[in-house]
């Protein structure tokens, strides 16, 4: 199967910093990325999708000037999680698609954020 | 190295039971779980195992064997909504996530 990459795979930052979380799709070209937020043995809860050159499409209740998503290439999607603060922290995992979002979609292994 | 495998695709008929089998090879292990995933839709948790043997949740149970690497997903009385992929993931020793490819399950009346 296909495979996405995500980095960094944990970080730690202070209340108040930005983190930036990449996620690349190392051997297909994804025209459609998903960024997903997981709690604890819950679902993911989609927080945007977002199609390469265009802006993201934010899931209601999900602060689009907070979680900044860029998608410049057909193979990288970053999120930045600015102003971070702890209620932030959680595990974030991006999902790919080299079609539309009906098409399947490739998971990558996650970035556990943790903001002190 | 780490590597988990399901079948790509099933059928099955309204009304019966279905295995989803998921298969790893794993260095590290903190817990392996199954989501469904309708087209164009977040997937959905289901299930989550850590100690080997059955979990009961409804119509879906779980199974975990870890000395054999090996999972199963199984739906009874199927329905025409569990028509949708049914994804296995292997949470590792540094609790990153390691995706199957999905297991596209068509049901027939």
């Known amino acids: 199967g296909a495979v996405v990459s995500q980095h960094p795979s944990r970080v730690i930052c202070k209340s108040g910093t930005s983190v930036k979380i990449e996620c690349r799709s190392l051997?297909?070209?994804?025209?459609?990325m998903f960024w997903y937020r997981q709690f604890p043995k819950k679902s993911l809860m989609l927080m945007a999708t977002?199609?390469?050159?265009?802006?993201?499409?934010?899931e209601q209740g999900v602060e689009k000037d907070k979680f900044l998503i860029n998608h410049a290439s057909l193979t990288l999607s970053t999120l930045t999680v600015t102003s971070a603060h702890p209620e932030d922290s959680s595990f974030y995992i991006c999902?790919?698609?080299?079609?539309?979002?009906?098409?399947?979609?490739?998971f990558g292994p996650g970035t556990r954020l943790l903001v002190l | 190295g780490q590597n988990i495998d399901q079948p790509t695709e099933m059928t099955a008929t309204e009304g019966a039971i279905v295995q989803i089998n998921c298969t790893y090879q794993?260095?590290?292990?903190?817990?392996l779980f199954w989501y469904q995933q309708h087209a164009g839709e977040a997937p959905t948790f289901l299930s989550y195992?850590?100690l080997d043997g059955l979990e009961e949740k409804g119509r879906f149970s779980s199974f975990l064997s870890r000395s054999k690497g090996y999972s199963y997903l199984l739906l009874k009385e199927l329905q025409m909504k569990d028509s949708a992929s049914y994804l296995c993931?292997?949470?590792?020793?540094?609790?990153?996530?390691?995706w199957g490819a999905g297991t596209k399950l068509i049901i027939k009346p």
């Open positions: 999902g790919g698609t080299s079609g539309g979002a009906l098409e399947t979609q490739y």
């Open positions: 977002s199609n390469e050159g265009s802006k993201a499409t934010y």
């Open positions: 195992n850590v």
């Open positions: 794993t260095s590290g292990f903190n817990g």
């Open positions: 051997d297909f070209q994804a025209t459609t």
């Open positions: 993931a292997l949470m590792d020793s540094n609790y990153q996530l390691i």
